[in-house]
Nanobody
Framework: QVQLVESGGGLVQPGGSLRLSCAASGSIFGIVAVGWYRQAPGKQRELVATITTGGRTNYADSVKGRFTVSRDNAKNTVYLQMNSLKPEDTAVYYC???????????WGQGTQVTVSS
């Protein structure tokens, strides 16, 4: 079993920065990859960034060059550094972990990011 807790969201002005954290606990040795998703009201949840246990990262086109996903293995935490934030980045951001055993996927509770002047 894996538990995920997101933190770091808040209100920021356009052009500002935030760093989100996803802290994992439990059977973390079974995690294969971690992804950051976001969902705005009335829109589908979308994948914005991923990082694998091997360190490979991928980003949605809309955030490339602005967002960076990283990990701190000692703290069992994955981060999403968000720079040059735009109003369209406003959403609830969720952490997702993929595992090698059932239930194979876990979700955190989400953290709200609001970009507004």
């Amino acid at each position: 079993q894996v538990q995920l807790v997101e933190s770091g969201g808040g209100l920021v002005q356009p052009g500002g920065s935030l760093r989100l954290s996803c802290a994992a606990s439990g059977s973390i040795f079974g995690i294969v990859a971690v992804g950051w998703y976001r969902q705005a009201p009335g829109k589908q949840r979308e994948l914005v960034a991923t990082i694998t246990t091997g360190g490979r990262t991928n980003y949605a086109d809309s955030v490339k060059g602005r967002f960076t996903v990283s990990r701190d293995n000692a703290k069992n935490t994955v981060y999403l550094q968000m720079n040059s934030l735009k109003p369209e980045d406003t959403a609830v951001y969720y952490c997702n972990a993929e595992a090698t055993k059932r239930p194979y996927a876990y979700w955190g509770q989400g953290t709200q990011v609001t970009v507004s002047s």
